[in-house]
């Protein structure tokens, strides 16, 4: 049966939510977001994009089944003859032998019993409550649900977490995926979507413990398309920095909950050759003396667009916040767009905010200088594109 990710939205509201609650989490979560599903309005503001359009119509195979199985806990999945540390795939976690080096566990639940998935989930599911109509989505398809626990206390490390395609022709993946660093802890982790076939459609959520650092590393390389919804909540003394680098059709929500005395900074590295890209980056301030920077670049070629919304919101209790969002994008050639919005919403005194975008054509002096040292137009404009988008 081949329907679009629209119409699949259609029939989950047709069947209802026991159909639905193939797991004792799943079950929570409708709960909470199902009454929340709602047609989608192209014409606000975050939904506007051609490049959400055009994933969210893609035709698309996704399998209605009711799959029941008893609930299992493990930390292990495949060997290590594997490079990856992790893989993820329809909502489950699998990691090799290796994670216990992180002092990493998995904990996944796929039936009916309420383990510890479902108990942690009830947790932490009112984080879904802020999810776009993609996350929740995600949320009420996803095959399964993983929560990942990391404990490094005594030195950085570095977790590898990759995508894993589905059997057979061009389908919908779709998942939600839990990640929490524990207190006081140091983690590197490099999340890749690399040579997909697969639509990839993921709900993530990132807790991030107190005085923990998370250097997370997103990038999208030979994708066939993903929509992204990612909450992330930082307790206070943590610190988070993010590292995008995308190319291929994508449309990434990024929500972020900082408490008082934090870091957070946000590079963001977009190349929009082939396709366009839509990118929409919040900032919760919650805390006092808290810091974060956001930076986002783009280079755009041929008829493909790309727009950047990016807020900072700070609380009545935030006093003491310092922050700075920075887009800047290049228009490779005459038919490229960009569209750039930046929100700042103050709510105290005693701050500092800042706010820049640009949206500029290639310098033709620079690429007649490039031409000048041997290089052919094309060479020259590429080296001028890859030099703007390193952060």
């Not at 495949?78 to 795939?89: I, R, T, Y």
């Not at 399964?144 to 490390?157: D, E, F, I, K, R």
């Not at 590197?188 to 413990?209: A, M, P, T």
């Not at 366009?276 to 900032?283: A, F, L, P």
Request: hydrophobic share 30%; glycine share 6%.
């Amino acid at each position: 049966m081949n329907n679009s990710c629209e119409s699949l939205l259609e029939i989950i509201k047709e069947i209802g939510e026991p159909e639905w609650s193939i797991n004792a989490t799943k079950s929570n979560i409708n709960k909470k977001v199902f009454d929340k599903l709602q047609q989608i309005n192209y014409k606000q503001e975050d939904y506007s994009s051609a490049i959400f359009k055009s994933l969210w119509t893609k035709e698309v195979y996704f399998p209605l089944t009711n799959n029941k199985v008893k609930s299992t806990i493990f930390s292990n999945g495949f060997n290590d003859e594997h490079p990856e540390n992790v893989l993820f795939k329809n909502g489950q976690l699998e990691g090799n032998y290796e994670l216990k080096d992180f002092g990493g566990h998995i904990w996944h639940d796929t039936g009916e019993a309420y383990g510890n998935v479902y108990d942690y989930y009830t947790k932490v599911s009112e984080l879904l409550e802020d999810s776009t109509v993609p996350g929740m989505l995600a949320s009420l398809l996803t095959g399964g649900t993983s929560v990942l626990m990391l404990n490094s206390w005594n030195h950085t490390n570095t977790l590898n977490i990759k995508n894993a395609d589905t059997e057979g022709d061009s389908s919908l993946n779709t998942g939600c995926y839990i990640v929490h660093v524990k207190d006081k802890s140091s983690i590197i982790i490099n999340e890749k979507i690399e040579n997909s076939k697969d639509l990839y459609l993921n709900k993530w959520i990132y807790i991030v413990g107190y005085d923990s650092h998370l250097e997370l590393t997103r990038e999208v390389v030979g994708g066939n398309g993903l929509i992204d919804d990612v909450t992330i909540i930082q307790y206070p003394g943590s610190k988070l920095t993010i590292n995008t680098y995308d190319k291929d059709p994508q449309w990434r929500y990024l929500n972020i909950t900082a408490y008082q005395n934090t870091d957070t900074t946000i590079n963001g590295s977009v190349l929009c050759k082939n396709s366009s890209s839509s990118h929409n980056v919040i900032v919760n301030h919650k805390g006092n003396n808290s810091t974060s920077t956001i930076k986002y670049h783009s280079a755009i070629y041929n008829d493909n667009v790309t727009d950047f919304i990016g807020s900072i919101n700070v609380n009545k209790k935030a006093v003491g916040t310092n922050s700075s969002m920075i887009n800047k994008n290049l228009l490779m050639d005459k038919t490229s767009k960009a569209k750039s919005i930046p929100k700042l919403s103050i709510n105290t005194k005693e701050i500092q905010c800042t706010h820049g975008c640009t949206i500029s054509n290639v310098d033709q002096d620079d690429i007649y200088y490039l031409e000048t040292l041997g290089m052919s137009k094309a060479s020259a404009r590429r080296i001028i594109a890859d030099g703007h988008i390193q952060i």
